[in-house]
């Protein structure tokens, strides 16, 4: 036993948020997790846009609306991935009686949640990057390759944020992993919901309200109307709205209010 | 010397439910205090609360002098091995300390240098690459020991460290806590079920029941002062057994003499601590009764426990 006890406290070099942001990374992509999911989520997409080519060959499909199906299909399950790692990210490492040693390091639990985050948040960044090829291919020749691009990364990255943010916020109130990811599933396809309504349901102020107010139909809709209408950017970004309120207000709660509720117990009550 | 622990009636309450009253405790430098406590005690909340991990509903507490409205400062001073701590099983156990002693400020290289030098001290340097997943119980307790020191602390908290061990690994690892103390003059708690880990391990004892601090001392007054009705086993030649019977009912230090079933076997109860035990042999002496053996009873942490938690 070298060391003696009593050595100063040491300020970390490192800020504690990148230690972590570090470490969860580390696991997430070289423990293999990550790895795999990026797989499964090539193949989603590898099949996808497999079927909308043969549809745009076949000219059941306009070539815009098939980068738009890919994009949006992209946006949606690349974000289902962010969130479930985040579902997982607390009440997973309590489970797992990980959490105990984390929170007695001397990092605030602020720190501990960005850090998480950051993790999560890598796995769309992952996504992302493997939808470029796709729409590259899918959409060459009509020149919206870089609108389809640009389009997707925004959109896609404020609705990222957003559920990984719901999904850290549920992860820290829940009280066992099974109940976080479950919850984060089911509110992500609550979410995706107004999708699946019949066209005549969409119509109208009520219907165009309720697309409108949900972040995640409404951040399609925009993506829909600068890929397959060939808008402007600025033609219709009060559809981007409510994608903006939602960033802020999920990360606000999220890393705000939440995260210094981080404990080893999950629920309300204590 | 300034107490390197000291906590003054700290309690922890849930609704109507206290889990902690009144916790009072004072630890020095170099010192092992050994936790005691039947299941519930409060012995969890108690370190939960001293290392930050819960708040306290009343009650002040410092770590090496920082305060416990400074958490922060508090778990950089700690150093602890939480029960049942669960390990991530994708990390080797090197990436483990590594990446600890990062959250704990060092930088990558020194975070490295520690985390070999951990490995060493803990006896697992030819298992640091391996994946935490293929480590048994207890090299994971080593690994968490070592997880415990990447600060040098000036306080270890260790909670259960021996539980599932085999005996040579309960051995192995009471001797790191034995050092932390010795070389490294961390102050050391240790909460445990097992008593002779705390009386052969601990320099004082603090026995906690239903949420309460029931006792405080060194292993021996903690005997001397809960363990009462003491009595001895005593064993005399069966030829003498009357006479050695006759002399001690003439003591006024001794409160009941029984034969205890074989001839020469009795059961001798004292009145009170030391002295009356001198004296009841002395009176066997004096009565020239030859002593095979004699035994006492209640002399024990063991016996000093059951009386004080009720748990006999």
Redesign the interface.
């Known amino acids: 036993?070298?060391?003696?006890?009593?050595?100063p406290?040491?300020?970390?070099?490192?800020p504690?948020w990148v230690?972590?942001a570090e470490?969860e990374l580390?696991?997430l992509w070289i423990?293999?997790r990550g790895l795999a999911l990026s797989v499964a989520f090539s193949f989603l997409l590898s099949v996808i846009a497999y079927l909308v080519a043969t549809n745009s060959a076949l000219n059941f499909l306009e070539q815009r609306e098939a980068v738009n199906l890919t994009l949006q299909v992209a946006i949606a399950v690349g974000s289902l991935l962010a969130l479930l790692v985040a579902a997982d990210c607390v009440s997973g490492e309590r489970e797992?009686?990980?959490l105990?040693?984390?929170?007695?390091?001397?990092?605030?639990r602020r720190q501990i949640a960005v850090g998480k985050l950051i993790a999560a948040a890598s796995l769309w960044v992952a996504a992302f990057a493997i939808t470029v090829p796709y729409v590259w291919f899918l959409g060459r020749g009509v020149g919206i390759v870089g609108d389809a691009l640009w389009t997707g990364i925004v959109v896609g990255s404020l609705l990222a944020v957003t559920l990984i943010s719901l999904g850290l916020l549920i992860s820290i109130f829940t009280a066992s992993n099974r109940v976080s990811v479950s919850i984060a599933f089911f509110l992500l396809l609550a979410l995706f919901a107004p999708t699946q309504l019949p066209s005549s349901a969409q119509q109208g102020w009520a219907g165009e309200l309720l697309l409108r107010i949900n972040p995640l139909t409404a951040g399609e809709h925009y993506v829909g109307k600068i890929v397959t209408n060939a808008h402007g950017w600025h033609e219709d970004v009060s559809w981007l709205i409510s994608p903006a309120i939602a960033v802020v207000l999920s990360v606000v709660l999220a890393l705000g209010v939440a995260a210094p509720f981080i404990r080893?117990r999950g629920g309300v009550s204590? | 010397m300034s107490l390197v622990v000291d906590a003054q009636g700290v309690g922890k309450r849930y609704g109507s439910f206290v889990a902690l009253a009144d916790f009072t405790v004072g630890v020095d430098a170099g010192e092992v205090l050994g936790v005691l406590g039947p299941n519930g005690a409060g012995k969890t909340t108690a370190i939960r609360v001293l290392t930050t991990i819960l708040s306290p509903s009343h009650g002040n507490f410092s770590i090496d002098g920082v305060p416990h409205t400074r958490p922060q400062e508090i778990r950089r001073r700690i150093g602890v091995l939480p029960e049942s701590a669960g390990y991530p099983e994708r990390q080797t156990g090197e990436e483990y300390l590594r990446y600890h002693a990062r959250l704990h400020g060092h930088s990558r290289a020194s975070a490295a240098a520690v985390a070999r030098a951990l490995l060493e001290e803990v006896g697992l340097a030819d298992r640091g690459r391996s994946l935490i997943a293929t480590y048994s119980r207890g090299m994971r307790q080593r690994l968490g020991v070592a997880r415990a020191l990447v600060n040098e602390p000036r306080v270890v908290v260790l909670d259960e460290p021996t539980l599932g061990l085999d005996p040579a690994g309960q051995r192995q690892l009471l001797a790191n806590v034995r050092r932390i103390a010795t070389e490294r003059g961390a102050a050391v708690l240790l909460c445990t079920h097992l008593l002779a880990e705390v009386e052969e391990n601990c320099s004082r004892v603090l026995i906690l029941n239903r949420g309460r601090v029931v006792i405080e001392g060194t292993v021996s007054e903690v005997a001397r002062r809960a363990a009462a009705p003491r009595s001895g086993r005593l064993y005399v030649p069966a030829e003498h057994e009357e006479r050695a019977k006759i002399a001690l009912a003439a003591n006024g230090g001794v409160e009941d003499v029984q034969r205890n079933g074989r001839p020469g076997a009795i059961t001798v109860v004292l009145t009170g601590p030391e002295p009356t035990l001198n004296e009841a042999v002395r009176s066997l002496v004096d009565a020239d009764v030859p002593i095979i053996s004699f035994e006492l009873e209640g002399a024990r942490l063991s016996d000093a426990f059951l009386a004080i938690t009720g748990s006999g």
């Open positions: 036993m070298a060391a003696v006890a009593g050595a406290p040491r300020r970390a070099d490192s504690g230690v972590v470490q580390r696991d423990g293999g797992r009686g990980t105990e040693g984390l929170l007695l390091a001397p990092v605030s080893l204590k």
